[in-house]
């Protein structure tokens, strides 16, 4: 397993507090999270995954500081806790872009030049798999098959697949993401009362 | 995504209460898998598909938009809208079929949902230019009658795409929670063995051991606390067999987990689904729910003694977690790495407990053999693989999608038949089986009937039933080299042949596809297969060669051209390509010298562009860049 390593490189290097801060400035306190959890599933060690789920899902991802609150919690070490969590791709240290863009390396996306899509988001956003933008509107992952092989080549943002790509309709759909974001930039940013 | 939060009605049911729902609703759904040409003033279910393909073709809005038109057209007593599980045809999504009639509407976008409710629900009309047809050597078939769904023999998919996955009572009707019954009141678990056992069901996750025998192992360890476990962690790229039944009838992988509790003396149970597929978890998280609330699941399954319960853990994204050792480190929350077996997990699983773990699809597979006996399922398929087998096929093959065949049917009826043949016009080459474990099947051996055996004869595996149509495009060193990166990706590296081992051979592989090899590079290569395969630890690294191994033995000559004449005879390793502007394409939009990062294409503006061969870096940038198809690699 290399990329464990380099995930965690990188996120030394960006100092994770402020990265939660600015993925979610009203997301609820870890701890509660974790405390909620603990008190509603009662066991032992094996609840340690759905546990780094819910702060994956809630927090975009899982920084150093939640998994000392987890590990606590536990009663397991730091280490432990790190151990696990680095083992699943799933979980990451650094949060992702809004727009998280999952381009699916399945055999079938494959097969069907899911790499020039990859080449195309490179290209257009100028960010490397496992980096997001600037702006943190968008981020690129490869993920290992999303099951949806009857619509290769797929990307999933978010929650949504979008299937049937090829490189055109990948920089129709980055610019469709990016004004919609502008917009509900623009629209948060109406709805939060002036002063 | 596609439920309301639906409010579970919390009265147990008894038998007797199976029954009766049976008896209420089974002609609804009996109807849906008719063929009953026009009748006037018939009611009619309008079956969208809401299987994972169809609702990312925005299958729910569609639904949503017919359930409007419906209700406009002051319809609604005559339809009703369902939304189902995957039908299989993917490649038509999002495809809606309106029972009695049997008629499948595929790709249907808004326009075409106002003309089924215009024409067909209010005036009895089907519209027969955009039902689903086939047409091959002049003969017309449609709907039901295209090879696709002809040539298919449903078990484990029996119920997708014709139950509503949010409706317990929709599962009932059709005959479901009747073997659970069957197995608590009217029988004994040595004869519900005795039945699996004769049915020949083989394990459907890839190793295709007898799953009577795992059951007999299970019951006879010692020990009170016993556990089940779904292995529900579909790895395999290219795979989507156990996603759809877990978002299509998650009922039928209860009632199989619930019975198998029953027989082995279990009192809990877990479903270990990718964190990939939310819809699955989603709809499986509410038929649990469901069947809780109806006295299915809980302290008294059906009202008996008998206690049984169920939960979800979620995988997080690790391949390995698909070898039952390693999904059990994993459901206990540790890093999901396998052990050494034995002690096998029938004698020491979960938390050192006897532990009796399936696939998804061998689950929903033992219903229907406890219902219609082993005589029945053993009639089915050939001398040692019994039954039918759900392959997902995808790749270059017209119909992508889900089909379940019976054993022994050969791997060109799948392609050429139910497949549609090759979507190209290039020609059919091989197919992938199996997945990063299994092999490439070559066309000239596609007649080779699909079972357990024949398809490891051939280098190739079951696997978890994934079949990658390839065509001649398609390069077979490159392939390899992808499933290799995979599996280096992917191996826990707890044992040093899988981690260390598939690195030498991915690098090996590598300068292969960059020019760079050796002729003796081949035999390192297959030297080193031999001894992964033998000395790994877990069924990741002991099938991790066979990608190398079975292109090896069918393409050889592929691999020889790489390395003799350094040439990629598909054109897909881009270091072995050289690229050529094509005069009368370029419009001098100058999009390819911007693209290209080592300053190789000159050119101005509205003028032909030109790329210099030895600044060239073959990154294949430009190719990509070019809007009108001008770059042209050879």
């Known amino acids: 397993m290399i990329e464990p390593h380099a995930a965690g490189a990188a996120t030394l290097a960006t100092p994770p507090v402020a990265a939660a801060a600015a993925a979610a400035p009203d997301a609820p306190g870890v701890e509660a999270l974790v405390d909620t959890f603990i008190a509603a599933h009662p066991g032992g060690h094996e609840r340690l995954i759905p546990l780094l789920h819910l702060l994956q899902e809630r927090l975009g991802h899982v920084p150093f500081e939640a998994q000392d609150v987890v590990a606590d919690r536990l009663g397991l070490t730091p280490i432990q806790v790190f151990s696990v969590l680095s083992f699943y791709h799933f979980f990451t240290l650094t949060p992702r872009g809004r727009y998280p863009l999952k381009v699916c390396m399945g055999t079938a996306c494959f097969v069907r030049h899911a790499t020039r899509l990859i080449e195309t988001i490179q290209d257009t956003l100028g960010i490397d798999v496992g980096d997001c933008t600037p702006d943190r509107l968008f981020s690129l992952e490869q993920v290992r098959c999303l099951g949806a092989c009857g619509l290769a080549p797929a990307v999933m943002v978010g929650q949504d697949v979008h299937g049937n790509l090829d490189t055109k309709a990948m920089r129709r759909l980055i610019t469709q993401l990016r004004s919609q974001g502008r917009r509900e930039a623009v629209a948060a940013a109406k709805e939060t009362p002036r002063g | ?634």
């Open chain 2, 1 to 634: 995504m596609a439920s309301a939060p639906v409010t579970i009605t919390a009265a147990p049911l008894g038998v007797g209460d199976l029954a009766r729902i049976r008896a209420e609703r089974r002609p609804r759904l009996e109807a849906r898998l008719a063929s009953l040409r026009p009748e006037r003033g018939v009611v009619r279910d309008v079956l969208v598909c809401a299987g994972g393909g169809c609702v990312s073709c925005r299958s729910t809005t569609l639904a949503a938009e017919f359930e409007r038109l419906i209700a406009a057209s002051g319809l609604s007593d005559r339809a009703r809208v369902v939304q189902v599980g995957c039908m299989g045809l993917c490649e038509a999504a999002p495809l809606v079929l309106v029972a009695p009639d049997g008629v499948y509407y595929p790709r249907v976008d808004f326009s075409l949902a106002r003309r089924i409710v215009t024409e067909h629900l209010a005036e009895d009309a089907p519209i027969g230019e955009a039902e689903l047809t086939h047409e091959r050597d002049g003969e017309v078939r449609r709907s039901r009658d295209v090879p696709f769904f002809a040539r298919q023999l449903k078990i484990a998919l029996r119920n997708c795409g014709v139950v509503d996955p949010l409706s317990l009572d929709d599962y009932i009707a059709l005959d479901g929670y009747q073997a659970l019954a069957h197995v608590l009141l009217e029988t004994t678990p040595d004869a519900v063995l005795d039945t699996l056992k004769r049915s020949g069901l083989r394990g459907r996750g890839g190793a295709g051991f007898p799953a009577g025998l795992k059951w007999q192992f299970v019951r006879e360890a010692a020990g009170d606390e016993k556990y089940i476990i779904c292995n529900g962690d579909e790895g395999d790229p290219g795979a989507f067999m156990d996603r759809s039944i877990l978002e299509g009838d998650p009922h039928s992988v209860i009632e199989g987990m619930a019975i198998a509790g029953h027989v082995v003396g279990a009192r809990r149970g877990y479903v270990y689904v990718r964190a990939e597929y939310p819809l699955a978890i989603e709809r499986l998280g509410h038929a649990i729910l469901e069947a809780r609330a109806a006295g299915i699941l809980g302290a008294r399954v059906l009202g008996t003694e008998a206690a049984f319960d169920l939960e979800i853990r979620i995988g997080a994204g690790a391949f390995v977690c698909g070898e039952e050792t390693a999904l059990i480190a994993s459901v206990e929350g540790k890093r999901g790495m396998p052990r050494p077996r034995p002690p096998f997990p029938a004698q020491a699983g979960l938390w050192g407990r006897p532990t009796l773990i399936n696939n998804v699809e061998t689950w929903a597979n033992v219903s229907p053999i406890v219902l219609r006996g082993a005589a029945w399922f053993a009639g089915i398929g050939t001398a040692r693989s019994k039954g039918t087998k759900v392959f997902a096929l995808a790749g270059d093959v017209r119909n992508t999608g889900l089909v379940e065949v019976p054993m022994g049917i050969s791997l060109r009826e799948i392609v050429h038949d139910i497949g549609g043949g090759i979507r190209s016009d290039q020609p059919f080459k091989a197919v992938q089986a199996g997945g990063p474990s299994g092999g490439c099947v070559p066309a000239e051996a596609a007649d080779v009937p699909v079972d357990y055996e024949s398809l490891q004869s051939l280098g190739a595996v079951m696997g978890s039933g994934g079949l990658i149509v390839l065509h001649e495009g398609t390069c077979m060193v490159e392939l390899t080299r992808f499933f290799l990166e995979f599996l280096v990706d992917e191996s826990c590296g707890k044992c040093p042949p899988c981690r260390i081992g598939l690195r030498v051979m991915l690098n090996l592989v590598e300068r292969i596809t960059k020019g760079l090899a050796a002729l003796e590079d081949l035999d390192t290569l297959m030297g080193l297969a031999r001894h992964i395969q033998r000395s790994s630890l877990c069924g990741l690294g002991q099938t991790a060669p066979n990608a190398v191994i079975s292109t090896l033995e069918h393409f050889r000559d592929e691999w020889e051209t790489h390395i003799y004449d350094r040439r990629c005879p598909a054109l897909q390793c881009r270091a072995l390509l050289t690229y050529e502007i094509n005069e009368a394409l370029c419009n001098g939009c100058t999009l390819c010298a911007k693209a290209c990062t080592s300053n190789a294409i000159t050119g101005e503006l509205k003028q032909l562009h030109r790329i210099d061969a030895l600044l060239c870096t073959h990154c294949g940038a430009c190719v990509t860049a070019c809007n009108r198809g001008a770059v042209v690699a050879h």
